[in-house]
Nanobody, 125 residues
């Protein structure tokens, strides 16, 4: 049984930083990627960053590229999302997810096998 648990969300001012942590309990079978998604009220859940199992391949959505950094402990059970220069439009519930694959791409929600319960990030203006 695989479970994911996010932590690190909170309230921050515009321009501030937060680091989210996703802890993986159990191990997905086969080659898998880890992604961070976010969902703002009234909007669809969107992929903001993905990292391959090796850690060498990453993907970022255009509106977070250069501000967010995804990383993972290779062989470990933790994935991070470092968020800098946060903007009010980054406000959302952030979820980590795990899906099969070898390359970091813009993951569709239907490709995700395991989800965490989410952590709220609020950026005040």
């Amino acid at each position: 049984q695989v479970q994911l648990s996010e932590s690190g969300g909170g309230l921050v001012q515009t321009g501030g930083s937060l680091t989210l942590t996703c802890t993986i309990f159990g191990r997905p079978w086969g080659l898998y990627v880890m992604s961070w998604f976010r969902q703002a009220p009234g909007r669809a859940r969107e992929c903001v960053a993905t990292i391959s199992e090796s850690g060498y391949s990453t993907y970022y959505a255009d509106d977070v590229s250069g501000r967010f950094n995804i990383s993972r402990v290779i062989g470990g059970h933790t994935v991070y999302l470092q968020m800098t220069n946060l903007k009010p439009e980054d406000t959302a519930v952030y979820y980590c997810g795990s899906g099969k694959g070898g390359r970091a791409v813009d993951m569709a929600t239907t490709w995700i096998e395991y989800w965490g319960h989410g952590t709220q990030v609020t950026v005040s203006s």
